[in-house]
């Protein structure tokens, strides 16, 4: 059974950094392209970042780039995400998802598993 499960969501203050882990089960991590996405109150779910399956390619939002850094241990099956620079429009549910093989775009509808979700607030 595939299963994501996310974690390290938090209140940081902004300007603060947090580390999101994204634990996968029940299927080869090397095989799968590994995004994340975020959703603010009363916005639509964006995407974030992603990392390839064949070589571990990234991609990034405009948004976050230069502050958020995506990447993977597969020996761990897990996939992180390190968010620095935080500021009060990150403030969103973050997902991580899965497709097999894949080529690192961030839309949604590519996606076929999905995490729960943890919640990340910057606030002062």
């Known amino acids: 059974q595939v299963q994501l499960v996310e974690s390290g969501g938090g209140l940081v203050q902004p300007g603060g950094s947090l580390r999101l882990s994204c634990a996968t089960s029940?299927?080869?991590?090397?095989?799968?392209?590994i995004a994340w996405f975020r959703q603010a109150p009363g916005k639509e779910r964006e995407g974030v970042s992603s990392?390839?399956?064949?070589?571990?390619?990234?991609n990034y939002a405009d948004s976050v780039k230069g502050r958020f850094t995506i990447s993977r241990d597969n020996t761990k099956n897990t996939v992180y995400l390190q968010m620095n620079s935080l500021k009060p429009e990150d403030t969103a549910i973050y997902y991580c998802?899965?497709?097999?093989?894949?080529?690192?775009?961030?839309?949604?509808?590519?996606?076929?598993?999905w995490g729960q979700g943890t919640q990340v607030t910057v606030s002062s």
């Open positions: 990392t390839r399956s064949s070589g571990g390619k990234t």
């Open positions: 998802a899965a497709e097999v093989l894949g080529n690192g775009n961030l839309n949604e509808d590519s996606y076929d598993y």
């Open positions: 029940g299927f080869t991590l090397s095989h799968y392209t």
